[in-house]
């Protein structure tokens, strides 16, 4: 073997040529692009499971509050800077503020358990806030505020200490394995129109342009709790969705209420029974 043969074999043996770098990288890159999107779905599916244990704590929190009070906790005050209530009346019984927080929600809605919670928030004081993670049920699929004559509310509770319009006696609600309580909200939604930074302690189904519908942040579901207290997970467009069976579990009677729709010329009426008009 001629010298010039050993150099080239000893180069080949001590180094790879362009060719078979690239081949590798090539492979190596097919692999990351298989990988990524299977990765990232088991994160999301890690995060929403954390939520669902804290939708599950705060489920357990709400069946011991309306054990103990025999109403469900209201929504907010309607004096003052309309003070929002209900995740205060259930730490009072989890006292874990942490699982007010869900992981896939923006980090400025984590609540340390004493800032108070307002609707909105434009003075920006240190102790206070409007980002938050969860909503409550608060109106049903309408609001009924100031009518004559009067109606009682149709969710769990708009106006604290209001006869009508306040915190739902638990009698009153006819199905509670069936009614909506409390789920993610739309804080950190891409949706244009999402109330980010107001109103979002509440959902609703109704507000046609996503107002306040629950989150999709959990591969497009939310966690929900119901009025019983049990959890569980339902895509975003099922929440909304025009139906007499979804939206009968908005309404503590457990009526779809059809012409209080704000909705309801999406859905014609012939498809709705009688007795939900």
């Known amino acids: 073997m001629r010298i010039g043969d050993v150099r080239c074999l000893r180069g080949r043996l001590n180094g790879f040529t362009l060719i078979e770098i690239l081949v590798v990288v090539a492979i190596i890159a097919l692999l990351i692009a298989i990988l990524l999107p299977s990765l990232a779905r088991a994160r999301e599916l890690a995060k929403r499971t954390q939520c669902g244990a804290n939708t599950h704590q705060m489920g357990i929190a709400l069946h011991m509050y309306t054990l103990e009070q025999r109403y469900y906790p209201g929504h907010h005050l309607t004096f003052g800077r309309w003070d929002i209530l209900w995740p205060v009346r259930l730490n009072r019984l989890m006292k874990q503020p942490q699982a007010f927080w869900c992981p896939s929600a923006p980090a400025d809605t984590q609540w340390n358990g004493i800032d108070r919670i307002y609707n909105t928030v434009t003075s920006a004081q240190p102790d206070e806030q409007a980002t938050f993670a969860y909503g409550y049920n608060d109106w049903g699929v309408a609001e009924t505020i100031g009518r004559n004559p009067p109606v009682y509310n149709r969710g769990l509770g708009g106006h604290i200490?209001?006869?009508?319009?306040?915190?739902?006696?638990?009698?009153?609600?006819?199905?509670?394995?069936?009614?909506?309580?409390?789920?993610?909200s739309d804080s950190g939604s891409t949706n244009p129109k999402a109330r980010n930074g107001f109103w979002e302690t509440a959902i609703d189904p109704i507000d046609d342009s996503g107002l306040e519908w629950p989150g999709d942040r959990h591969l497009k579901g939310a966690n929900i709790v119901f009025a019983d207290g049990h959890a569980e997970w339902l895509l975003q467009s099922r929440l909304v969705e025009g139906s007499v069976g979804m939206r009968k579990k908005w309404n503590n009677d457990y009526r779809a209420h059809y012409d209080e729709w704000g909705d309801k010329s999406k859905y014609p009426i012939a498809n709705v029974p009688p007795e939900e008009r």
């Open 161 to 184: 200490n209001h006869h009508y319009e306040g915190e739902v006696r638990a009698e009153r609600v006819k199905r509670p394995s069936d009614m909506i309580a409390i789920g993610d």
